[in-house]
């Protein structure tokens, strides 16, 4: 629908409007019906105003099944929950409200690109109210297969919700390409999530069979790889099977960009190599540029911080120069297994303490 009255009684034309200055003048109603409407944008239909359905018809049955579910689970964890609210130009799921906490929780079952999903988040952290979404419809796995939006909300909030009748499920790891992840599953009875819990939790065996496939496997020679990596590893005399272990550290805050993380180490290892009196801040940001992403400040920072932090427990420092390089495919697998040991070691002494 094109037009649509807002709460001044004027009418608002969607076609040659934007968003940003539409919203201002919600809420808004239908012009021959008089009931709600509200501004939606999807990847194949236009700016557009739409009818709001209180009872949620035209949702699937599977999302309508674990909206109830995540309804009762509130419930029983001491919320008052309200669904289907209208928050001025946007309607929220379900908010659930404890003593001063107010939370919008988004059940998400259809695709969603990640620019609704950073739009969307950022309308309700701009009037003050946390915001959690679940991925409805997800199948817990070892090896889940994850949306954009996903790996956004996993840097966000340091675990992916998925909701399984009356229960919820995190999911808690680590990236290891562009699409998948590793990690654990576990039910929980609440939102809080440590951004440690993944290294509590992590497999070094596991970690260290991931990194072995990766040296083994030849690397495909797209442009863009031939660029950043291979046409600079070579006239160094290295190759990419023998990047020295610090390439392939378990590295969350990856999930803040659509990179494989290997992939994003090793780039960064190199630019480290070529300019070590560069800062580590603009090396990181010289990484995303090379990917063509554009850094979030979020991201910027808690990479920085977490990679320092892993090479510090590693008693390594930035300057790259000093890693150790194998020079046989069994040294380096050897030294992979006993590093990722000690950091287990080390993390479950530190969880235990």
């Not at 557009?48 to 035209?58: D, E, L, Q």
């Not at 120069?321 to 040294?331: A, C, F, M, Q, S």
Request: charged letters at 25%.
């Amino acid at each position: 629908m094109r037009f649509a009255i807002d709460r001044t009684g004027g009418y608002v034309d969607a076609l040659t409007l934007s968003r940003e200055r539409i919203e201002p003048f919600a809420p808004f109603v239908c012009p021959e019906c008089r009931e709600r409407v509200i501004v939606k944008q999807g990847a194949k239909r236009r700016l557009h105003f739409a009818h709001v359905h209180p009872c949620g018809r035209g949702e699937s049955t599977g999302h309508h099944e674990d909206k109830w579910g995540v309804r009762q689970w509130l419930q029983t964890q001491g919320y008052a929950v309200e669904q289907e609210v209208i928050l001025g130009s946007r309607r929220a799921d379900l908010i659930a409200t404890r003593d001063k906490e107010r939370i919008v929780v988004e059940i998400q079952a259809s695709s969603l690109p990640v620019e609704s999903y950073g739009e969307r988040t950022r309308y309700y952290t701009e009037r003050g109210l946390d915001v959690v979404w679940l991925a409805s419809g997800l199948e817990p796995s070892a090896w889940p297969s994850l949306q954009p939006w996903m790996r956004h909300e996993l840097f966000r909030r340091h675990g992916l919700l998925v909701p399984c009748k009356q229960a919820l499920y995190r999911f808690t790891g680590f990236p290891i390409s562009v699409r998948r992840g590793v990690g654990h599953w576990q039910s929980i009875s609440s939102f809080t999530s440590s951004p440690f819990e993944c290294y509590y939790r992590f497999d070094a065996q596991q970690w260290a069979q991931l990194v072995r496939r990766r040296r083994m496997t030849p690397p495909y020679p797209t442009q863009q790889y031939r660029r950043l990596v291979l046409n600079r590893l070579y006239p160094i005399g290295m190759l990419p099977s023998l990047l020295p272990s610090y390439c392939y550290l378990p590295l969350p805050s990856l999930w803040g960009v659509h990179v494989h993380p290997f992939t994003f180490q090793t780039v960064l290892y190199l630019n480290r190599r070529e300019r070590p009196t560069d800062s580590v801040a603009w090396s990181i940001e010289k990484t995303c540029r090379q990917f063509g992403v554009t850094p979030t400040s979020d991201f910027l920072q808690a990479f920085e911080v977490q990679w320092r932090q892993l090479l510090n427990v590693f008693d390594v420092t930035e300057s790259v120069r000093d890693w150790h390089v194998p020079k046989t495919l069994e040294t380096a697998l050897l030294h992979d297994l006993r590093l990722f040991q000690g950091f287990q070691r080390f993390m479950a002494k530190s969880y235990t303490n």
